[in-house]
């Protein structure tokens, strides 16, 4: 068994999705159903000890994206806490669910409080978010209006952590598709993409922006946010060989190189809206997350610089558009 994503197909066969779930439908063939991870079994058996529920009113806006305990249930609180521990590494959060904290390693709400102040209005649209970990940005998408929020990524226990929520919750907008990005179709359809680090983790850059415009109806909006180093438009960073302990890093341009790239491609109105030097409050070991973090990434002597001698991670977000 594993998760199944019936629910995504059956919620979206009357909307614009319905010309892609033939794609779709071979992608998650090929690389999900196909390809079951070798934790499946032990997750199963948490995910089907956790409660199900159709929980009314939750408020997506919030900054802890919180699941009340409707009064009537009784839980073991001691139970229930080492179900949703099954689930560690708990990395993008916070989440509180049925009278648990889930303090996870980042603080996800900065990241979206900088962010959301400087993009267009969500109200009614239809969003794309490539890599968005664990489902926790696409509930503050849909708190701030959006119709449907479609999340794509990868790496399976996220899928796992979502599934959590969503058993708890009636059906909603949000859905999460274990998928890479290079797996989609080019939908031409979505009114904003989001991007939140991911950019720095691909091998080709210009290959990865023209996907996002590929996604993206004319007129739609990117939001791109990715690792960036001091500097100026000639100024790119490829580390030699780990960035901050990370052995996936490949490109650190500077915000001025990101804007000429992101024009190349062809966006419009290209503008970088926030730049932020990653705190050691922001990304941090909780017991829900028990590796290493930034405080071990970075020279125990410098907090400017990375463990390899580079310039600690700083943060840019970018907002385009998709010409008409
Ligand atoms: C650093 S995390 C960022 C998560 C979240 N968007 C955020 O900003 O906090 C990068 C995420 O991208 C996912 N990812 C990596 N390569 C990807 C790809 N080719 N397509 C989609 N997601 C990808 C990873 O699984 C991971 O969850």
């Known amino acids: 068994m594993t998760i199944s994503l019936d629910a995504f197909f059956a919620a979206t066969k009357d909307s614009f999705l319905a010309d892609f779930h033939a794609p779709l439908a071979a992608a998650l063939q090929q690389h999900y159903y196909g390809k079951p991870h070798g934790r499946t079994a032990e997750w199963d058996t ?17 900054s802890r994206m919180s699941i009340p305990k409707p009064d009537d249930w009784h839980l073991d609180a001691v139970e229930l806490k080492r179900n949703l521990m099954a689930f560690k590494p708990w990395r993008k959060g916070p989440w509180h669910h ?71 919750l009636p059906a909603n907008g949000a859905h999460l598709l274990p998928l890479r990005s290079e797996h989609l179709p080019a939908f031409k359809a979505f009114d904003t993409v989001f991007c939140l680090g991911v950019l720095y983790h691909r091998r080709s850059p210009v290959d990865h922006i023209q996907e996002l415009m590929s996604y993206l109806r004319p007129g739609g909006e990117l939001v791109l946010e990715t690792l960036v180093v001091p500097g ?29 790239l992101l024009r190349r491609v062809g966006f419009q109105d290209v503008r970088t809206v926030d730049v932020n030097k990653t705190s050691l409050d922001e990304q941090q070991a909780t017991e829900w997350m028990t590796f290493h973090s930034l405080e071990q990434f970075l020279d125990p002597d410098n907090p400017d610089l990375t463990a390899e001698g580079y310039p600690a991670p700083l943060r840019a977000t970018l907002v385009a558009t998709k010409p008409e």
């Open 232 to 260: 100026d438009e000639y100024t790119m960073l490829v580390p030699q060989d780990r960035y901050a302990k990370m052995a996936n890093v490949w490109f650190l341009p500077s915000t001025a190189a990101l804007e000429n």
């Open 46 to 62: 948490a995910l089907a000890a956790l409660p199900t529920g159709n929980i009314e009113a939750v408020d997506f806006s919030q």
């Open 98 to 168: 049925l009278g648990i904290d889930i303090d996870t390693e980042w603080r996800s709400d900065w990241k979206w409080q900088r962010i959301a102040p400087h993009i267009s209005d969500l109200t009614g649209r239809n969003v794309l978010d490539i890599g968005t970990g664990n489902g926790y940005f696409l509930y503050r998408m849909l708190g701030a209006g959006a119709n449907l929020a479609i999340g794509v990524d990868p790496t399976r226990i996220f899928l796992y952590q979502f599934a959590v929520a969503q058993q708890l």
